[in-house]
């Protein structure tokens, strides 16, 4: 069965020329459109799509709200953030909410053809260019951590919980949850997903 996407972008033009392009695709097909957040998180809620391509500017917000609404609807569709905007700011805001990738509009068809595959395949994505520039800018979150705590948060990458990781490294699940919570508080984040994102676009140096 083809992975379900919706396009939310107000330019219709350009909605319409990435929609024509996943379609073509065979593998994925368009379940929804929309212009706005609102239309967004009610077309969402409603065909609950496998993967969102979402703009950062709509006429009633910003696709970041989008994207938390989202969440807070349907945990399982996974967003793309597809911007104009080489942001840093934006592209941090974009992790907080669990953007799994952010891709500029510069890229080639192809290329956000795969990052949808990708994404449904339930790999996080992020745009090279901006993770290299970040990274260059800002010292390394992960220098503070001890070395229980790198390994808490590779494991935390691999997607196991508290419990998985207890197991696996033989501790008590409160060491655990202890070493999570020193983690995110060093890295300068709030989630778990931050920190999966984080390391996914430490690993990332393509995109194919």
């Known amino acids: 069965m083809p992975t379900s996407v919706m396009i939310v972008d107000d330019h219709e033009v350009v909605r319409r020329g990435i929609a024509d392009m996943v379609d073509a695709a065979g593998d994925l097909r368009v379940v929804a459109e929309a212009g706005s957040v609102a239309d967004a998180v009610r077309r969402g809620t409603l065909t609950r799509p496998e993967v969102a391509l979402v703009d950062l500017q709509l006429p009633d917000g910003t696709g970041i709200e989008v994207i938390r609404r989202l969440a807070d609807e349907s945990s399982d569709t996974r967003c793309v953030v597809l911007t104009s905007f080489d942001d840093d700011d934006a592209l941090a805001s974009a992790i907080e909410v669990g953007a799994r990738a952010y891709v500029l509009k510069t ?7 795969d990052v949808v595959r990708a994404v449904a395949a339930g790999r996080v994505l992020l745009d090279e260019r901006s993770l290299t520039r970040r990274r260059a800018a800002h010292e390394d979150p992960t220098s503070a951590l001890t070395p229980s705590e790198r390994r808490v948060l590779e494991l935390v990458a691999e997607g196991l919980t508290n419990r998985d990781i207890a197991e696996r490294l033989g501790v008590a699940e409160k060491t655990v949850k202890n070493h999570v919570t020193s983690m995110l508080s060093k890295m300068g984040l709030q989630r778990r997903t931050q920190a999966v994102a984080w390391v996914a676009g430490q690993r990332s140096t393509t995109w194919r």
């Open 107 to 113: 890229v080639r068809g192809a290329e956000i053809v």
